[in-house]
Each structure stands twice: as C-alpha cells, then as structure tokens.
C-alpha cells in the first residue's frame, strides 16, 4: 500500500524539519545529511524520500551522488498557504499588547 504524504504531515516530523534547514542553505548528499543526526542512515533515507515525494525536496544526479535541494517554490507555497495565519496572529497579538498597555492595576 502506496500513502501519499502532504506536505504539512512531512514537516510535522522535527527531524525532517531539520533536514531542511540544513539543505536550506546548500545542496548535500544523503551521507552528508546523516552525519548532522544521531539516527541510521536508512532512517536519515527514508526522512529523505517523504520530503522527496513531497516535494519539498529535488534530487539531482551528480556522477555516482545524489545531491538533495530545496524546493523554493513548494516552500512558497507553504510559506503562502500560512500566511494568512500569520498575520491574523500578529494582528491578535498587536491587540493583545494594546490592551495590555491600557491596563493599569489597581493600587
């Protein structure tokens, strides 16, 4: 039985966010990913293949190594699926610090 995984149930898992900060900032291979966790390595491949099959990540095939990278316009969609949420919070919590600030106890 093949389960197709979404995207939100890959970066629920903090070991694959994780993964993705480290390929955030440079490509690396699978062996380079997994010298960053104290997990096996088949443990680090299969983190490795649900953000594949996600898409959160590319492969790219570089002679005998498979180099991992970010998927910047799958993170943008997340990114532009939460922001919404984001601002609905700020704007919640700009209010909660206005009437914080008006409240003056009682002495």
């Known amino acids: 039985m093949n389960l197709r995984r979404d995207v939100f149930q ?3 898992d903090p070991t694959r966010r994780a993964i993705l900060v480290h390929v955030a900032s440079q490509s690396m291979t699978a062996g380079a990913i997994a010298a960053n966790f104290d997990t096996a390595r088949p443990t680090v491949s299969k983190h490795l293949a649900i953000l594949t099959e996600c898409e959160l990540l590319r492969q790219e095939q570089n002679g005998r190594e498979i ?3 970010i998927n910047v316009q799958k993170m943008k969609e997340v990114d532009d699926f939460i922001e919404p949420f984001r601002k609905m919070w700020d704007e919640r919590f700009d209010k909660l610090e206005e009437i914080m600030k008006a409240y003056k106890p009682k002495e």
């Open 10 to 12: 890959a970066i629920a």
């Open 67 to 69: 180099h991992y990278h």
